[in-house]
T-cell receptor, first 114, second 113 residues
Framework: EAQVTQNPRYLITVTGKKLTVTCSQN?????MSWYRQDPGLGLRQIYY???????DKGDVPEGYKVSRKEKRNFPLILESPSPNQTSLYFC?????????????FGPGTRLTVL | GESVGLHLPTLSVQEGDNSIINCAYS??????FIWYKQESGKGPQFIID?????DKRQGQRVTVLLNKTVKHLSLQIAATQPGDSAVYFC????????????FGSGTKLNVKP
């Protein structure tokens, strides 16, 4: 089954404790992206990757890192989480079809930073 | 499931009626628009998209209308069903950078049986 998976689905942590949220897709997609979703703000793009070893900042990259060492994986790293990073996080992937991308989203990761 | 919008605009419709969900965008350079549906506890799911060289596009039971003059996008759902109950987001992008997407804050559709 074609899908985007994220782990963990739920995470409660404390300020300053490094964490990684994994994202994996099995559709051989070149493009992957991370979003955060907060009430009343919709989804905001954190980082995206056009291909292996190619990443760029979205609208809200502060406090986050990403890596793209393999095509299927795009982990989101919070080196020193803070309470304002408490949010619902989504990973997405898409193939590049004529430059217009239909994105496939993962199920989300609910992160709480105390 | 995950709750994503505590104070979202809500549209309540009767089952079988047509629904119209609206979205305003601000970037004149945007030339690609997408509607997503998000059910409780799930990630957004693609519904339909439209490019700026069109003003209307139809899918199965859904129609997207684009008015570039007033930067307005709408999603029409025909014969709304209980399974259509969800939060709907519009998103925009531009050929200047197809990798960046900007989402609206969403509208909750509540279908009454």
């Amino acid at each position: 089954e074609a899908q985007v998976t994220q782990n963990p689905r739920y995470l409660i942590t404390v300020t300053g404790k490094k964490l990684t949220v994994t994202c994996s897709q099995n559709m051989n997609h070149e493009y992957m992206s991370w979003y955060r979703q907060d009430p009343g703000l919709g989804l905001r793009q954190i980082y995206y990757s056009m291909n292996v070893e190619v990443t760029d900042k979205g609208d809200v990259p502060e406090g986050y890192k990403v890596s793209r060492k393999e095509k299927r994986n795009f982990p989101l790293i919070l080196e020193s989480p803070s309470p304002n990073q408490t949010s619902l996080y989504f990973c997405a992937s898409s193939s590049r079809t004529g430059g217009y991308n239909e994105q496939f989203f993962g199920p989300g990761t609910r992160l709480t930073v105390l | 499931g995950e709750s994503v919008g505590l104070h979202l605009p809500t549209l309540s419709v009767q089952e079988g009626d047509n629904s119209i969900i609206n979205c305003a965008y601000s970037n004149s350079a945007s030339d690609y628009f997408i509607w997503y549906k998000q059910e409780s506890g799930k990630g957004p799911q693609f519904i339909i998209d439209i490019r700026s060289n069109m003003d209307k596009r139809q899918g199965q039971r859904v129609t997207v209308l684009l008015n570039k003059t007033v930067k307005h996008l709408s999603l029409q759902i025909a014969a709304t069903q209980p399974g259509d109950s969800a939060v709907y987001f519009c998103a925009e992008s531009s050929h200047h950078n197809f990798n960046k997407f900007y989402f609206g804050s969403g509208t909750k559709l509540n279908v009454k049986p």
